[in-house]
Structures are given as C-alpha cells and as structure tokens.
C-alpha cells in the first residue's frame, strides 16, 4: 500500500497508518523481529548490501525492520502538516536507541567535537545536564548555560563565544518554563548555529519544532510516545536527511546505542493511541492546576494554563495544549511535600513521566539530587517542589487523591 500521496488531515491517522506494514507473513501488527543479525542468498547479495545497492537488512546495531516501523511512525508525526520550505511535504528521518540518553550522546556528539561551545538553558532534564558536564565538558566540549528566555542573554552568549549548537528543552523539567523555539533559532540562524530541541514533554502532537526551522529533534520515548512505561527508549530525528544517513547513522551505529525489537514494539503500540491519551492527559492536567491553585495548602503551581504563569503566552502561541505536566509547592516546605506524597493513595510515587496512570515525584531528592543545591534553587526547583505527571483516570478520583492527602 503506498500511503505516500494520501493527505491526513489527523494526526491519529498518522499515528496508526503512516509507517509500512509490509512484512513477509503478511501480519497485521509488524512483528518482532527479534533477529542480531539477517541472511545472504548469495555472497553478491552480502556485498550489494553493504555497498549500499540493496537497502536490505545487515546487523540489528544497524537497524532492524520493528525499529523502522517506530522510526517511520515518529518521523511522520513530527513532519505532519509541515512543508519543506519550498512547498513539498516535509521529510524527516528518525533514529531509534535505547534510551533518551543514547540518543542525546548521538546528537550532540555527531555534531560537537573538542574545542566547541554548545548553549543551553539552565533548567534542563538532570541526565541532559550531567551528560554535558560531565562527559562533554572533560572531552573539551563546553556547555554554556544561560536564561534562554531572556533572549539578550542568548545575543550576547553568541557575541562573546564562538557557539556551534544551541540546545533547547521546552517545556523543561520540572519547573514547565518553556523556551521561544521560533525567536532562539530564527537569532541562531543569522550565526549558523545548529539548534536542538528536546520535544519529550510536548509529543509533536502538542508541538511541532521543525515548523520554526530547528535542524533536530529528540525525544525520550520512555515518556508520552510509549506512553505505559513499558520500556526505555530514545529518538533523534533530522531534517538533513543525507546528514541523517551518514554522519548521525554512523555514529549511532559506532556508540553502540540501538534499540532493542521487543521495546521497539511496545513503543509502535503505544503511539498509535498518542492523540487521545494527550487530549485526555492535557484535560485532567488542566483541572488539576485549577484545583491545585484554588487550594489553601498549595503556596505556588507551576502550569503554563494557568495565566499567571510567566510563559502562558509562550505556550499558547507554540503548542496546541498546554501539556500533562505540572509542579507546585506546598505551604511548609520539604516536611509538608514528603508527607503528601506519603498520604497518596491512588496516584503513584515515582520518578518518569508519561504513563496512562498519575505519577508523582520530588526533584530535590530525587531526579535533581545530583544538582548541587544553589544551582538547583536557582533552577526553580525548591525543597519542597512536587513535581506531577497527570494521568489519564478519572478526574473525580485524581482530585479527590490530591485532597485527601493534603488534609
Ligand atoms: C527522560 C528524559 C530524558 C532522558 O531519557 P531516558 O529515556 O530516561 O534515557 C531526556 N529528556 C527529558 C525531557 C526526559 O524527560
């Protein structure tokens, strides 16, 4: 079945028919293959392949047919609506890792090397940030940490240092501030400056960084895309797509960071209901923090719906929802979080974000317990932060959750 001309008008219907389903039995579901490696009739096949005449299966570090049908779903939902500037479709290609944090190391290690800057915001996903640290900066690649919403912060980091890429992580873990994707890489552009965008709390169904001109996107999987916490799981996608197959392809196949058939699976599943769990996730989220700022133990939400947030209209103009993640702080500090968290009979304690079910957690013990304090504060993330990934139960019994515990 060629799909390639047939115009989606949704992104369910993107999500469910945009990758093939071809396979040799014909299934209806792709199957797993869960193969290392694929067979030659004949020594000229092996040599066609590995030339690159035959585009046939070799190695699964290499790819493997139940990491395409993933790939190709991503690629198709963060291209959806897009044109290419003059006038065609977008094309995009999508490589599947293990983790997000393989597919971080890939992106920004096949675009940086020693004696290179790289810019960012300071409030970022904690493994983004050690990674930079602590594995870049030794190897001679230097983070610059800036406030990215203040963009004469950003002008002026780009004066004074010579910067190769531009990281953005929006809405950005767990204070949901959100950076401006189209003012960062339209100023970026003037300096030939590769961005980045860090799309995991989003989902392309809420927003699209491609639309702003940005060359790459990443995604941890292990979130909204999969959506059940079945697996770990991370995605880069780019627009170059020659780069995308050469340079970024080698360097995943060289890191050694692929994903696995089994998870790739679990992720095709999941992403096929992304619409509706979003709609419904953003819908709960949306009462939460309505709640949650009319309650009397609550001393500050973090909700970019709620229009005293400082990046409501930010969120507004470069996203279609305002997202299932939230944060607040309750009146009388760390003592008073861990005690709410304790009390939660229903919604879950754990760190991770995006699965079906309400999860809640506390940065400052636990995903930033490797930030030093001050920076930390600095972050937004305070003692008592509590930071929630709203699911998709019934509203009914998530408020009445929150409440008890508070009581
Ligand atoms: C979870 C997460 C990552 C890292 O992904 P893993 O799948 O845990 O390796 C990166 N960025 C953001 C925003 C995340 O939430």
Redesign the pocket.
Known sequence: MDKSNFPFKGISSVALHAAGKENAEWAHTPPIYATSTFTFDTAKQGMERFAGIEKENIYSRWGNPTFKVAEQTIAALEAFGLDDGQGRPLQLKALLHA????A?TTMLMCNLQAGDKLLSHYSL?G??YELMHKVLEPNGIKPIIVDMRQIGQVEESILRNKIKLIHI?TPA?PTIQCVDIEAITALAKQHGIIVTV?N??ATPYLQQPFKFGVDFV?H????FLNGHGTA???VLIGKDIEFMKTRAWKWHALLGGNANPFDAFLLSQGMKTLELRMDRHCQNAERVAAFLSESGHISHVNYTGLPSHPDHDLAKRQMLRFGPMLSFELKGGLEAGMRFIDRLKMCVRAV??GTADSLLSHPASMTHYGVPRDERIRFGITDGLIRMSVGIENIEDILNDLEQAMN
């Not at 941890?220 to 979130?223: E, I, L, N, Q, R």
């Open positions: 983790s997000g944090q393989a971080m996903y493994g983004t992580e873990n860090d995991t709390f990443f941890s999987t292990t979130k770990i799981g991370g991770s974000l």
